[in-house]
């Protein structure tokens, strides 16, 4: 089971961007599916973007059109890129992979913090 390191989390002002990577201790190949959480405080951990291992991705309503998710198989690395940050972006940002034979994992998270 892989284990995944966050990085990148920072505090921004609105508008600003972001990339969040999440680098994978072992071959993300053969993982099909990855994907970005977040934590608000006081709120439950909700589903950001998700990306296959064909590459095909799903994102949250509030994100689309400003956060892209990509994964470089090469570097065993998953990122996030993130436009446009609103203070409702602010919240800790966590990596998950799902293995062909169903074992997740999950990373322990990276703070993004955007004042308006």
């Known amino acids: 089971q892989a284990q995944l390191v966050e990085s990148g989390g920072d505090s921004v002002q609105a508008g600003g961007s972001l990339r969040l990577s999440c680098v994978a201790s072992?071959?993300?190949?053969?993982?099909?599916?990855m994907a970005w959480y977040r934590q608000a405080p006081g709120k439950e951990r909700d589903m950001v973007a998700t990306?296959?291992?064909?590459?095909?991705?799903n994102y949250a309503d509030s994100v689309k059109g400003r956060f892209t998710i990509s994964r470089d198989n090469a570097k065993n690395t998953l990122y996030l890129q993130m436009n446009s940050l609103e203070p409702e972006d602010t919240a800790v940002y966590y990596c998950?992979?799902?293995?062909?034979?169903?074992?997740?994992?999950w990373g322990k998270g990276t703070l993004v913090t955007v004042s308006s």
């Open positions: 072992r071959t993300i190949l053969v993982i099909n599916y």
């Open positions: 998950k992979s799902v293995s062909p034979d169903g074992l997740t994992a």
């Open positions: 990306i296959t291992r064909s590459g095909r991705t």
